[in-house]
């Protein structure tokens, strides 16, 4: 299995800061990764797919990056709602795999 | 808009078989792989497996010997069948669709969450 780390587990931002998540897959996985949003009792959301392709309808303060091994989720001007757990999954080989998620808190 | 429902039983007891259907509506569920994903109470989502309209299946290795994933393609629901649960299967279950790209699939569209708690 491809093993996703995101580290750290947790970070703590203001409204306003620029935000980065890094993810690291245990091998190279091209560009095949996706980013989620989940908020609490909530399912997750998508936000971006294929690394670097913002879903339709997610606001562009999101931004993906990178490829091989290492992927960055980037939020440009955190705002109130963005406060969320965030996940990385790479689809390029079965079983999918998911990051252990990035708690973003309100500092 | 695609939306995925999805109901079964939220309390079982150890041994027993989880059961879990999801219906899909508002779009066709041809051309996709349609996922069963789980999460323990505070910790990260793991893939259980999935299935197309045509009943081919991929499942985790580490759920294999339990899980049987069917689809029932004129009713556009496809269900979850997990045997032998233990506490360590208590978890919200959601089911989503798969859709695909030219770099890999990912989960576009999710059910609501199905929390199954395995308790004597």
């Known amino acids: 299995d491809i093993q996703m780390t995101q580290s750290p587990s947790s970070l703590s931002a203001s409204v306003g800061d620029r935000v980065t998540i890094p993810c690291r897959a245990s091998l190279s996985i091209s560009s095949y990764l996706n980013w989620y949003q989940q908020k609490p009792g909530k399912a997750p959301k998508l936000l971006i797919y294929?690394?670097?392709t913002l879903l339709s309808g997610v606001p562009s303060r999101f931004s993906g990056s990178g490829s091989g091994t290492d992927f960055t989720l980037t939020i440009s001007g955190l705002q109130p709602e963005d406060y969320a757990t965030y996940y990385c999954?790479?689809?390029?080989?079965?079983?999918?795999?998911f990051g252990q998620g990035t708690k973003v808190e309100i500092k | 808009q695609v939306q995925l429902q999805q109901w079964g039983a939220g309390l079982l007891k150890p041994s027993d078989t989880l059961s879990l259907t999801c219906g899909v509506s508002?779009?066709?569920?041809?051309?996709?792989?349609l996922s069963w994903i789980r999460q323990p109470p505070g910790k990260g989502l793991e893939w259980i497996g999935e299935?197309?309209?045509?009943?081919?299946?991929n499942y985790n290795p580490s759920l294999r010997s339990r899980v049987t994933i069917s689809v029932d393609t004129s009713k556009k629901k496809f269900s979850l069948n997990l045997s032998s649960v233990t506490a360590a299967d208590t978890a919200v279950y959601y089911c989503?669709?798969?859709?695909?790209?030219?770099?890999?699939?990912?989960?576009?569209?999710w059910g609501q969450g199905t929390l199954v708690t395995v308790s004597s």
């Open positions: 989503a669709r798969d859709s695909s790209s030219s770099r890999g699939y990912y989960f576009d569209f």
């Open positions: 999954q790479q689809s390029y080989s079965t079983p999918w795999t």
């Open positions: 508002g779009g066709s569920i041809s051309g996709h792989y």
């Open positions: 294929s690394a670097s």
């Open positions: 299935i197309n309209h045509s009943g081919s299946t």
